[in-house]
C-alpha cells in the first residue's frame, strides 16, 4: 500500500489530520509506503504564499468579510466554481508528483487538492482512488464532487448533512477528525501538575489555535480578575508577539500561570485542565472531545468554526461565549452548578471518535486493494 497525503498549510489542522493518518498506517500496515506533501507549495512556492497569506490575512485583520465569503460559498456556485476552476488549472502540476510516487490511494485533508484530484479523474488524467477527510464538524458544497472513493467526516450528523445535500451515502464515512495517537493516552494528573509548577486546583486550558488567534490578552485579563481560584495555562502557537506580550503585562499576578508557544504536549496540558477556553478549530475540538473536556468557546471565525461551535453547543458539549465579559458569568454558571461539567463531559466523550485514524487507515487498505468502487453522481462536477 502507498499512499500519497496531499494537504494544504492553512493552519495547522489539515497537516495534523494526514501525519495522524500517516502514523495510523505505517503502526497498522508496517510495509506501506507514506509521503505527505503540501500540494500549493509543490506546485509553487510563489503561489502557496499568495493564497495561503492572503487567507491567513483575510482571517485575522477582516474576519467579518471571510464569513459574508464562506457564506455567498454555501449559498450559491459563483465563489465555488471559480475555486474549483482556479485549483483545475493548477492541478496538471501534480502529475509528476504522483507519476513519481506511483500511490495506490491519495488522501486529500484539504479542498484544494481535493478539487485537483477531482479535475484530474474527471478529465481522466488520474486512475488511482481518492479519500478526502473533512476537518470540520460542518458540510460543505466545497465537498461535493464525484469521483472519489470516499468522504471522511466528523460525525453522523454530518453525514446526514451531506446526504440531505444529495451526496450518495455509501460514499460517507463518520469515522472523526483523526488526531494523533497520543491523546489517546491519559497521564497521571499530580506528576504532570508537579512536572510544570502548578498547584492541585481548577485549572484553565486557554487556547487560539496554531497561529494564536482570538485575543487571547482579553481572555487572559478577564481570566486574572475571575472571583474564583484558578490556574491558568496558555498556548499562543506561533504568535510570539502575543507570548511577549501575555509574559510581559500579565505574568505578575495572584493567580499562577504557565504560559506556552507553540508544543507537543497539548495532550498533557488537556490532562491537566479541567476547562478549555478556544476557537473552536476543528483540530482542537476534536482533541478536546477525546479528553472529554468542558470547552468555553469564544472568537470563533466566521464560517466553519462558526459552524463548529454551533455544533458543540447543540450538542451539549461547549457554552459559546459572545464576549470576553462572558468568562466569569459562565464559571459562576459552572461553579454554582455542579452537574454542569459533568454534563459537559459526558457529551464530549459521546462527540468523540478517538479510532477516526486507525479506522481511515483500515478504509485506506480497502480502497488500495480495490475493494471500494468509485462512486460518482451525474448532478456533481
Request: overall charge neutral; proline content about 4%.
Amino acid at each position: 500500500m502507498d499512499i500519497l497525503f496531499l494537504s494544504v498549510s492553512t493552519g495547522g489542522g489539515h497537516l495534523k489530520a494526514a501525519e495522524a493518518i500517516k502514523d495510523a498506517v505505517e503502526d497498522r500496515f508496517p510495509e506501506a509506503r507514506t509521503m505527505i506533501v503540501d500540494a500549493l507549495n509543490y506546485i509553487s512556492p510563489t503561489v502557496d504564499k499568495l493564497i495561503v497569506g492572503g487567507y491567513l490575512g483575510l482571517l485575522k485583520k477582516t474576519p467579518g468579510v471571510y464569513g459574508k465569503l464562506y457564506e455567498l460559498s454555501e449559498a450559491g456556485d459563483s465563489i465555488h466554481d471559480i475555486c474549483f476552476a482556479a485549483n483545475s488549472l493548477f492541478a496538471l502540476k501534480l502529475r509528476k508528483l504522483i507519476d513519481d510516487f506511483m500511490p495506490s490511494v491519495i488522501v486529500c485533508t484539504h479542498t484544494f487538492p481535493f478539487h485537483m484530484l477531482s479535475s484530474l479523474k474527471r478529465r481522466g488524467k488520474v486512475d488511482i482512488p481518492v479519500a478526502a477527510v473533512v476537518t470540520d464538524y460542518a458540510s460543505h458544497p466545497f465537498w461535493e464532487h464525484n469521483n472519489i472513493n470516499a468522504l471522511i467526516v466528523p460525525h453522523e450528523l454530518v453525514k446526514k448533512e451531506m446526504i440531505m445535500r444529495g451526496m450518495p451515502a455509501e460514499m460517507i464515512y463518520p469515522y472523526g477528525i483523526p488526531i494523533d495517537k497520543c491523546f489517546l493516552e491519559r497521564k497521571d494528573k499530580a506528576e504532570l501538575f508537579k512536572e510544570f509548577d502548578l498547584d492541585d486546583k481548577f485549572t484553565v486550558l486557554v487556547m487560539g489555535g496554531s497561529l494564536g488567534f482570538g485575543k487571547l490578552d482579553l481572555v487572559f485579563e478577564s481570566l486574572l480578575k475571575s472571583r474564583y481560584d484558578i490556574q491558568i495555562i496558555a498556548v499562543t502557537g506561533y504568535n510570539t508577539k502575543l507570548k511577549n506580550h501575555l509574559e510581559r503585562d500579565y505574568f505578575n499576578k495572584d493567580k499562577k500561570i504557565r504560559i506556552f508557544s507553540y508544543t507537543d504536549r497539548i495532550s498533557d496540558l488537556m490532562d491537566i485542565a479541567d476547562l478549555i477556553i478556544t476557537k473552536p478549530g476543528g483540530m482542537t475540538i476534536a482533541e478536546a472531545l477525546v479528553k472529554g473536556l468542558p470547552m468555553l468557546i469564544l472568537s470563533a471565525i466566521p464560517g466553519q468554526e462558526e459552524r463548529n461551535a454551533n455544533f458543540l453547543v447543540s450538542n451539549g458539549a461547549a457554552i459559546k461565549m459572545s464576549d470576553f465579559k462572558d468568562i466569569d458569568e459562565s464559571f459562576h454558571h459552572i461553579f454554582s452548578n455542579q452537574s454542569c461539567m459533568e454534563q459537559m463531559k459526558k457529551a464530549a466523550q459521546k462527540l468523540a471518535r478517538p479510532n477516526s485514524a486507525e479506522n481511515i487507515a483500515s478504509l485506506l487498505k480497502k480502497l488500495s486493494s480495490g475493494n471500494i468502487r468509485v462512486q460518482a453522481k451525474s448532478n456533481y462536477q
